[in-house]
């Protein structure tokens, strides 16, 4: 069969770099944590020279993180805080964040829905 174009490309060729920047961030972090580090110490293995991208990133990267454990497996959030090593407040307000990015965009959709004419 022939060879197309894109063969020999790398699968994260077409992959966004802010999205690769986050997959990476998020694998390193959750190989610390793997190893037993604390947050801290995990997110220390993540390279992000803009801090401002690398607080954001690492905020994220929280945020999945409790989304992965207290949400789908249901692990109360002050284990989470303690597995971490991170104050509960810290926890709390990621949670918090988390939930109101989803009203966010829940009601964003909806308008959005609304514009189009395909509301439901």
Same mark, same amino acid.
């Given at each position: 069969? %022939? +060879?197309?174009? &894109?063969? =020999?490309?790398?699968?994260?060729?077409?992959?966004?770099?802010?999205?690769?920047?986050?997959?990476? #961030?998020? %694998?390193?972090?959750? #190989?610390?944590? #793997?190893?037993? &580090?604390? &947050?801290?110490? %995990?997110? #220390?293995?993540?390279?992000?020279?803009?801090?401002?991208?690398?607080? %954001?990133?690492? =905020?994220?990267? !929280?945020? *999945?993180?409790?989304? /992965?454990?207290? &949400?789908?497996?249901?692990?109360?959030? +002050?284990?989470?805080?303690?597995?971490?090593? !991170?104050?509960?407040? @810290?926890?709390?307000?990621? @949670?918090?964040?988390?939930?109101?990015? *989803? /009203? @966010?965009?829940?009601?964003?959709?909806?308008?959005?829905? @609304?514009?189009?004419?395909?509301?439901?």
């Amino acid at each position: 069969m %022939a +060879e197309k174009w &894109f063969d =020999d490309m790398s699968d994260d060729t077409f992959i966004p770099e802010d999205e690769k920047i986050y997959v990476k #961030a998020l %694998a390193k972090v959750k #190989a610390g944590l #793997a190893k037993g &580090f604390d &947050f801290h110490t %995990a997110s #220390a293995q993540v390279d992000i020279m803009d801090s401002n991208l690398r607080e %954001a990133v690492l =905020d994220d990267v !929280l945020k *999945v993180i409790i989304a /992965e454990e207290h &949400f789908a497996k249901n692990v109360p959030l +002050e284990q989470i805080s303690k597995n971490l090593q !991170l104050p509960i407040e @810290r926890i709390e307000k990621a @949670r918090i964040e988390m939930l109101e990015d *989803v /009203e @966010r965009s829940t009601v964003d959709s909806i308008y959005k829905d @609304r514009e189009l004419g395909t509301e439901h």
